[in-house]
C-alpha cells in the first residue's frame, strides 16, 4: 500500500497514483507527510478536496516521519494566513490586463518592424518577436499555475493559447515537467529540471551513466564546453527545437488535445503568415524567420529559468525535506527589489517565493520576499538574495566547474 499524510491523516494512493491528474509527481511523497506541498499546489482547486476526502483513510500509526521544527512550520502557518488574509494572494484584472496588452503591443511591434525595407529592422524584429515569445513563456507559467487570474478554467486557456502561440509548444506537457520540479526541487531522479542530459550537466550526481559508454569521448568533449554552448546551443537550438518538433507534439497527439493543438498549429501557421505579409519573403522562409525568433526565445527563457537554481545543492534521492526547505535550500531569489530585473525574469527573480507560495500572483512577491527575508532570520534559513549578474556569473561557473570535474575527475 502506497500512503501520503495530509493534514494529520492518512490516505491510501495506490490507485489513485495512476489517475493523479497532475502525473506521477504524487509518489514523490509516498510515507510522507505532504500537507504543505499539497495546499500550496492545490489552493484554489475544489476538485482537489473532493478527490482527497474521496481516498480511503488508513491508519500508520507504525509510521515514523523525519522530526520537524514544528514551532517554525506553525510560524510559517501564521505568516502564510496572515498573507492570505492581507490580499497577497488575490490576483488583479489590472495586472492582467497589462500582461496581455504587452503581448499584443510587442506583437505589433515586431511586425512593423518586419515590414520596414532594412536589414536592421528585420534583425531588430526578430528580437522582439523573441522576447515576445519569451514574454508569452512568462504568462504561460503564471497561467499554468493557476494564479494569472485565479480562476482556474480562464487560466488553463490562457496558458494553452500562450504556449501554444508564442512558444509553439503545450501547457500540459510543461506542467507535467514543471509540478516535478516544484514538488521535489532539486532532488536527483525527480527534479525534471535535473534530467537534462545528453544537452547539459548543472551536477554529476544526475548523471545517469558513467562516461564509459559507448559515445563517452563525445560526451565529454561536449560537458567540458558545455558553460559556453548552454545559451548558444542547448537553449536556442537543441532544447527549443525538441521541444517544438518531438516533445510537446507528441503530448498533444497521445493525449488527444485538440484545443491545445489547434492553438499550437495557429502559433506556426499564424505568425509565418504575418511574417510573410509583412515582409514579402516566401512562406518557407517566413518559417525559417520564425524559427529565428524560436532561437531568441530559447535562450531568454532557459536562460534565466536556469538562474535561480541550477548550481544549487541537490537533494539525494533517500532525502525528504519539508516544503521550505525544499524553496530555501535549492532556490535563490535574485535582486527582488530591482523592477527592472522583476520585468526581465517575469518575478521569477522571486524564486524562493514562489516556489513556497506557486499559487500567489507572482507581481505581488518582491514584496513578500522583503517578509520572507525577516521570517528566515527569526527561524535561521537559509534564505539566500543575489545579485542578477552575480546568479549569471554562478550558472556558468557551475556548469564549467562540472564539466571539468567530469572530464577530469582527479
Known amino acids: 500500500m502506497q500512503k501520503i499524510q495530509i493534514d494529520n491523516q492518512w490516505y491510501d494512493i495506490t490507485q489513485f497514483i495512476k489517475r493523479h491528474p497532475g502525473g506521477n509527481v504524487i509518489k514523490s511523497y509516498v510515507d510522507q507527510d505532504a500537507t504543505l506541498v499539497y495546499r500550496e499546489m492545490h489552493y484554489r482547486s ?8 474521496s481516498l480511503p483513510k488508513v491508519d500508520a500509526s507504525g509510521v515514523i516521519l523525519p522530526e520537524t521544527n514544528r514551532n517554525m512550520l506553525i510560524d510559517f502557518d501564521r505568516w502564510r494566513l496572515s498573507l492570505q488574509e492581507r490580499g497577497f494572494f488575490r490576483p488583479s484584472r489590472r495586472h492582467v490586463a497589462y500582461r496581455i496588452l504587452e503581448l499584443v503591443g510587442l506583437f505589433i ?20 518577436y523573441g522576447v515576445f515569445g519569451g514574454r508569452c513563456g512568462w504568462v504561460q507559467h503564471e497561467a499554468g ?15 494553452k493559447a500562450t504556449i501554444g502561440g508564442g512558444l509553439l509548444t503545450s501547457g500540459p506537457m510543461w506542467n507535467s515537467m514543471h509540478n516535478k520540479h516544484h514538488a521535489t526541487t532539486q532532488k536527483i531522479g525527480h527534479d525534471m529540471d535535473l534530467d537534462t542530459m545528453p544537452f547539459v550537466l548543472f551536477h554529476p550526481k544526475a548523471m545517469k551513466k558513467g562516461l564509459d559508454h559507448e559515445g563517452g569521448v563525445l560526451t565529454k568533449t561536449w560537458l567540458q564546453y558545455q ?11 537543441f532544447v527549443m527545437m525538441f521541444w517544438i518538433f518531438f516533445l510537446h507534439p507528441r503530448k498533444i497527439v497521445r493525449d488527444r488535445d485538440w484545443t ?22 516566401s512562406i518557407w522562409m517566413s518559417y525559417l524567420w520564425l524559427m529565428s525568433c524560436m532561437y531568441v526565445s530559447g535562450i531568454y527563457l532557459f536562460g ?22 525544499y524553496s530555501l535550500n535549492h532556490t535563490v531569489d535574485i535582486d527582488t527589489q530591482n523592477p527592472v530585473v522583476s520585468w526581465v525574469m517575469g518575478y521569477l527573480n522571486c524564486q524562493c517565493v514562489h516556489h513556497l507560495f506557486p499559487q500567489m500572483p507572482q507581481f505581488r ?16 534559513l537559509n534564505y539566500q538574495q543575489i545579485s542578477y549578474w552575480n546568479a549569471w556569473y554562478l550558472t556558468f561557473k557551475n556548469m564549467n566547474d562540472v564539466g571539468k570535474r567530469i572530464t577530469n575527475p582527479l
Not at 475544489?46 to 476526502?53: D, E, G, H, P, R
Open 46 to 53: 475544489k476538485k482537489a478536496k473532493l478527490v482527497l476526502q
Open 109 to 128: 511591434l515586431a511586425s512593423w518592424c518586419m515590414a520596414v525595407d532594412h536589414s536592421a529592422y528585420k534583425l531588430l524584429s526578430v528580437f522582439l
Open 145 to 159: 499555475h493557476r494564479s494569472f487570474t485565479g480562476d482556474i478554467r480562464v487560466d488553463t486557456w490562457v496558458q
Open 227 to 237: 558553460a559556453w554552448t548552454f545559451l548558444p546551443l542547448t537553449s536556442g537550438i
Open 260 to 281: 491545445q493543438g489547434i492553438f499550437t498549429l495557429v502559433g506556426h501557421v499564424g505568425r509565418t503568415y504575418v511574417i510573410h505579409k509583412a515582409s514579402g519573403y
Open 304 to 325: 534565466h529559468f536556469s538562474t535561480s537554481h541550477s548550481f544549487m545543492p541537490v537533494v539525494d534521492k533517500t532525502q525528504n525535506p519539508t516544503w521550505i526547505e
Open 365 to 380: 512577491q518582491p514584496e513578500v520576499s522583503r517578509e520572507l527575508a525577516l521570517f528566515a532570520k527569526k527561524w535561521d
